[in-house]
């Protein structure tokens, strides 16, 4: 199969086929490679796994494979592209750092758990409990003989003595009330001296502990060497100058392929990531996918500088017409069109040609922030509904919000033993670490309720 003339862009989702052919060559011999010490069938089984063909200076062409993150535990197995740092310093690094977090940690155990910690907290609790309850007794008191002071003086409005005497009641109970402020004050302040010196403690801990896990991370991820095909090497954290990498960067395999492509003097031709193992989120066994953008966006273009490489295709976006989308409805308030397939809803961070930019350029003179009030993928095509006004977008957004706008899909899909009518419900969620893919999520995916039924099935497709 012959060698595709530029790299394919990694972040596409479907790879070159003579990649396919070498996932599909290590696809067979994964059931006898490293079975022993990773169960991909287990529950969170799966693993990523990846293929980079490559040719040799003597134009003889072979592939090399990887797995992302570890494997049963390993980040080295024999017939993998390996991690690329030096995975003794890493270790010798991590376990260095785990000892110190351990070390902070056992001493805020030992303070949380201590006898004086638990009896100043006691104490604290018993006094707290025992000024309230003089607090709450004095102002039960004043308040009756406040009362009974104000009936005395209605029926003794004209007895001058007996109207001092009250006066002089009044402050008495007054100054009373303050001195039993002040002491109750002074009280709570002696027993929560102990508690506060102790807290402080456990909070100057949580502190080391979280200024010390930032710096280990820094220096785990200042053993990353990102190298590229043209020799330029650079630290990790350089390519996301404006955080520190998330958690996996560096340690996906399209960037292993790479590595090891690059230490071996190949020249990458093309790579394909699939998964392998049980299903995850919307992972399927055996099916591929591009590469995150959140980890490998900005490491794979540095990685692949040197080479001739596509554009992804979410970046070489098709050129639509002056016209497009198609005016459907239009009236004073809404604005009804037709979105093709292949344009975006509303801008991306490389394309901001969209729907909701060429609305913007129709309609200046709108104030409020979006006109859009529903979006759609930009695969799919049809009906979008924006608001040429703050008060319809209000209104109209509300109705999206209470579900009270019904939506209906017409699609086309690959063969698939269907029954005739039938409902997908499963909670969604960004996939964080692949924007803008969605995966299930029982913890904090959103409802989403799809109702289908089965129109039309040809011999390859439904």
């Known amino acids: 199969m012959p060698a595709p003339h530029r790299f394919p862009s990694p972040f596409n989702n479907q790879p070159h086929a003579l990649a396919k052919v070498a996932a599909a060559h290590l696809q067979q011999r994964l059931p006898s490679i490293a079975a022993d010490v990773h169960d991909f069938k287990g529950t969170n089984g799966g693993k990523m796994r990846g293929v ?93 003989r406040k009362q009974q002071r104000s009936e005395q003086r209605v029926r003794h409005a004209d007895n001058a003595d007996l109207i001092a005497e009250l006066n002089h009641q ?136 040197g080479l001739n490489v596509d554009a992804p295709a979410y970046e070489t976006l098709p050129q639509f017409p002056a016209d497009q989308p198609a005016v459907v ?16 809803s509303v801008p991306g961070h490389a394309v901001t040609d969209s729907v909701e930019t060429r609305l913007r350029k129709k309609f200046p003179q709108t104030t409020n922030q979006t006109l859009l009030l529903h979006r759609l993928d930009q695969a799919t095509s049809g009906v979008m509904v924006a608001a040429k006004n703050a008060v319809t977008h209000k209104h109209l957004h509300q109705q999206f919000q209470q579900r009270r706008v019904q939506k209906q899909y017409l699609a086309r899909l690959q063969k698939i033993d269907l029954p005739v009518n039938g409902e997908i419900n499963l909670p969604l969620r960004v996939d964080i670490d692949d924007r803008p893919r969605q995966l299930v999520c029982y913890q904090h995916g959103k409802k989403a309720l799809t109702k289908y039924r089965v129109l039309h099935e040809e011999p390859n497709t439904t």
């Open 52 to 144: 980079l063909v490559g040719e040799t200076a003597d134009h003889e062409t072979g592939y090399m494979c990887a797995y992302s993150g570890m494997l049963g535990g390993h980040w080295n197995i024999p017939g993998f592209a390996p991690a690329i740092f030096n995975e003794v310093t890493y270790h010798q690094l991590l376990s260095e750092g785990q000892h110190q977090l351990d070390t902070i940690e056992r001493e805020r155990q030992s303070i949380e758990e201590s006898a004086e910690y638990h009896n100043a907290k006691q104490t604290l609790h018993r006094v707290t409990l025992d000024t309230t309850r003089l607090i709450e007794d004095n102002k039960s008191c004043n308040a009756l």
């Open 170 to 305: 009044s402050r008495t109970d007054k100054r009373a009330r303050q001195q039993l402020q002040h002491n109750v004050q002074t009280q709570l302040a002696i027993a929560q001296k102990p508690v506060a010196a102790l807290d402080d403690k456990l909070h100057q801990l949580i502190v080391r502990r979280r200024k010390y896990s930032a710096m280990l991370q820094r220096k785990l991820f200042d053993e990353y060497v990102i190298r590229s095909v043209n020799a330029a090497s650079v630290p990790l954290r350089s390519l996301f100058p404006d955080k520190l990498p998330p958690g996996g960067a560096g340690d996906c395999a399209a960037v292993k392929l790479l590595n090891a492509a690059i230490t071996h003097r190949l020249t990458p031709l093309c790579l394909a990531e699939f998964w392998w193992g049980a299903a995850s989120g919307l992972r399927e066994h055996g099916r591929f996918y591009p590469a995150c953008r959140g980890k490998c966006r900005p490491i794979l273009p540095h990685m692949l500088s």
């Open 329 to 344: 409805f239009e009236d004073e308030s809404i604005i009804v069109v037709n979105k093709p397939a292949g344009m975006l």
